[in-house]
């Protein structure tokens, strides 16, 4: 059984804390964060400490923290030989060069603290800085997930600018149309149907070949008419996504 | 057992077909279009025709046409006393009422050709010109689909724009994500459970608290970083929509 220490106690942490709850190769024997509040969900599941001398010794150092504070506790971890591993899509694996063995974790979805996740469905991207280092991360990955992805920290910046397109601005256009609703006493359930089916097209069409709508038939009365519906931010945001629809699908003429 | 006439050969006509094939009260008798070509699909299914003067008698014609097309293939309609039902999102009920009984039928989801749809958890949004005419609507919208919604011409325009932010706008971020992973040899299908969630996740949650990522959390260097990988629309709309998403969520602090 190896033993993992968990730095942070935010929505990541949470759920590779519940995910690596039920795991059988490896146990979560501390969970560490520099405030006390953060650590109420984990206080009565496992031993928490909000100082950086008391971390306990492990086998893996697992920092699901924010960006900036990655090298701050990286560079005050004091046992050395541990695996340390971070979660982030932004920094690259080399913050963590001044421990023998370390790596990337980078499990790529979106998690809510309210929300139940199918853990064994979300893609880890991982990257190591050793064999040894790698086959750990491994080992610890296929507990995690059935799906397992070599990337580098090159590959991993731009697929975290990925991740943020097709996430979290996505779930904003989202927010923005559910407005659109609530401002006309719609109901929004409305939308999930399409919401949903056009999330589950592109398994089968290329997002590029699923692309309809009033930009890409290049329906300009459509359009004038729902411009003039829009205005502030809304407004910028139907102008420049179909000038993008429209030149994404203009090359190919 | 009604009879239907559908106006028009795209991917709306397509599919209205293929879901009322199979209806219990209702056939389809024919289909018109103005172009002989884009009716090959109807062809060895159902009579077709390019000619006005050859539309058969029906009890409803169903107008799956362009926006534009719409009053000019419904002024040159002879037969005046059937429902006569547009199915557009963008167009108002009112460019039918040269006929007796006339009304909209919009079905809410995106039709792709290639892709089956389930039709009985696609909305239908019904909105008609007299009792009688709202009658009939509702029983062929109840052949089509188990969710049928009242919706005004007003509220349509706005459920359209809505729409177009949650399917048509949020495929073009999936096309962008997509040519990120590309350009750096990424497997696209890495962000498929992420997509899928992020979808799934607004049933349980209201899209602004489900937001997440680094313009919620305001974290600037990883914006930062990000926007330094883009250039042209793609680097326009992660500024914009970065930008909207703060400002959505900076009115409520």
Sequence with gaps: MKSIVIFGAGNVAIHLFLALSKAQNFTVVQVYNHTSKSLKFFRNRVSTTTNLKEVKAADIFLLALKDEAIPAIAERILQRDALVLHTSGATPMG????????GVFYPLQTFSKEKPVEYKDVPVCIEANSRAAL????????????KTYRISSEQRKSLHVAAVFVSNFVNHL????EELCHEN??????????????????KALDPKDAQTGPAKRRDDKVIDAHLELLQGNRKKIYELLSSSIQQLHGKKL
Aim: aromatic fraction near 14%; proline fraction near 5%.
């Design 95 to 102: 913050v963590l060069n001044n421990f023998t063995n370390y």
């Design 135 to 146: 086959e750990l991360t491994e080992e610890l990955a296929a507990e995690f997930s059935e």
């Design 185 to 202: 006493n719609i109901p929004f359930e409305i939308l999930h149907p399409l919401i949903f089916e056009t999330a589950t097209k592109i």
């Design 174 to 177: 989202y927010a923005e149309g």
